[in-house]
């Protein structure tokens, strides 16, 4: 068994920005959102109209039968795309966190933080010392690291912080890498908390991340897992960095928090989530031996989880107000294999909740997760339909492809203008040329992860 391979052995607000510090504008941002998002779809309208892209488009698609043909699932996408953008939205402005109301008197749980480690002896120390600089009951918190097989000074690091903490940190060491998956496991058999939490050690918390993720799971027995908040902690190392940094403001503030209205945020990260230790226990074998066309899984196992709670009739939730920041690589070439390490896992586990989206696995809430299931899965197929049918039209109409980029830079800025409405800062326009890249260079990727769905390599390690 693996298992007998063991022994037992300050961060709180994002990096500096040009902010936008107007008293007028920050106590209106959702007035002055929804005036911008009008006036960026006007003007979204009048370029196309004075760049005849839709006259062209209506030409070009006209211009044989294959094309012509084509039309119809194009527009049909359209329409569920932007009809899917505005349901989003909506959903969007509804979102607030869960916080404790002045005099309101909660019943802190034992919470247990998990921080599996391989290789980290960079951060593995700033890391441990942010949960325990934490405003977390500190009567009631244990923070259990395990080292993974780390082949460099991580477990070296974790002994000297336990010199520091004492018995409120537990050291597991394994002698061989096991995998994330195991680490996890043991540190949830070691654990004594009502409450697990998730803490990737190549990141740090804010000060008030536990206690805020923690509340939704105090105040909603039906709640299961509660998703915090990831930003990027080296926002200002590079220019892809801080293209990343809109990308992960966007997936968070908008994507799990418009889920998180309906208790359906599909992945919660590893990073930093919160778990009912009792829900976990129903299904952390069957989690930790996950195989999938007949091969064990590695990689994806904070996204295997949420689907698991999801199946046990649980809601999933979202707090932005819980925090935690973490390095993304600043190199193209990973940030495109951590992509594709994503997308395998988001191809397998989006079939794997699609065998029981239709079932009574929950009470309440089942409609809006599975419009919004079809709406994502849409966006592939006419993303790279769409792209080659581009392509092709560049050998047609050369100049049009200039046109639609003109066109495709607008419609970024107005997608990140999410961003705006959360973080009030001018970095937004950074989305703009993520936006661009992400049209052009990554398109490859749903396509390429879907055909190598077998292969478990990390990449990124």
């Not at 594709?340 to 191809?347: E, G, K, N």
């Not at 339909?385 to 495709?408: K, N, T």
């Not at 959360?422 to 950074?430: E, I, V």
Request: with cysteine.
């Amino acid at each position: 068994m693996w298992e007998e391979t063991l022994d037992d052995i300050d961060l709180e607000s994002q990096p500096k920005s040009f902010l936008i510090n107007l008293p007028f504008f920050r106590e209106r941002i959702d007035s002055f959102l929804i005036f911008f998002i009008i006036i960026s779809s006007v003007l979204i309208l009048i370029i196309s109209l004075k760049f005849r892209i839709f006259h062209f488009w209506a030409e070009f698609l006209g211009s044989n039968l294959f094309l012509r043909i084509s039309t119809y699932p194009l527009l049909f996408s359209a329409v569920v795309i932007v009809s899917g953008v505005i349901f989003r939205t909506i959903l969007w402005f509804r979102y607030k966190p869960l916080t404790v109301k002045p005099g309101e008197n909660l019943n802190w749980p034992f919470v247990s933080v998990l921080m599996p480690a391989l290789n980290e002896e960079e951060l593995i120390t700033k890391a441990i010392d942010s949960i325990f600089t934490s405003n977390y009951p500190q009567d009631k918190l244990e923070v259990i690291c395990i080292n993974d097989g780390s082949n460099d000074l991580t477990f070296f690091n974790m002994k000297r912080a336990k010199s520091k903490y004492g018995d409120r940190l537990k050291l597991v060491n394994f002698k061989q890498n096991l995998g994330k998956r195991k680490a996890i496991y043991v540190g949830l058999k070691k654990s004594k908390g009502e409450v697990i939490v998730a803490v990737d050690t190549d990141s740090k918390i804010g000060r008030s991340a536990i206690r805020n993720v923690v509340i939704p799971l105090v105040k909603d027995k039906k709640t299961g897992a509660v998703a915090g908040r990831v930003a990027v902690l080296n926002e200002r190392e590079n220019f892809l960095t801080r293209m990343l940094s809109i990308r992960y403001a966007i997936s968070f503030n908008f994507g799990r928090a418009y889920q998180s209205v309906y208790g359906a945020v599909f992945c919660c990260p590893g990073a930093l989530t919160a778990y009912r230790k009792d829900v976990l226990l129903r299904f952390i074998h069957e989690w930790v031996n996950q195989n999938f066309l007949n091969t064990p899984c590695t990689y994806g196992e904070d996204r295997a989880l949420t689907t698991q709670i999801l199946k046990a009739g649980y809601m999933t939730r979202f707090q932005s107000n819980a925090v935690v920041y973490t390095k993304v690589p600043s190199e193209f070439v990973q940030m495109s294999k951590m992509y594709l390490r994503w997308t395998r896992s988001y191809i397998r586990e989006s079939i794997l909740f699609s065998k029981f989206m239709f079932s009574k696995y929950r009470k309440k809430h089942r409609v809006l997760p599975v419009f919004d299931f079809f709406f994502l899965h849409l966006l592939h197929p006419f993303h790279v339909f769409s792209l080659g049918i581009l392509a092709y039209s560049f050998f047609v109409h050369p100049v049009f492809i200039l046109r639609h980029l003109a066109f495709l830079v607008i419609v970024s800025f107005l997608l990140s203008l999410y961003y705006l409405r959360t973080n009030k800062s001018l970095t937004f326009l950074y989305g703009i040329p993520y936006g661009v890249i992400t049209a052009f260079c990554l398109w490859w990727i749903v396509p390429y992860a879907a055909l190598t769905m077998k292969n478990q390599s990390w990449l990124t390690r």
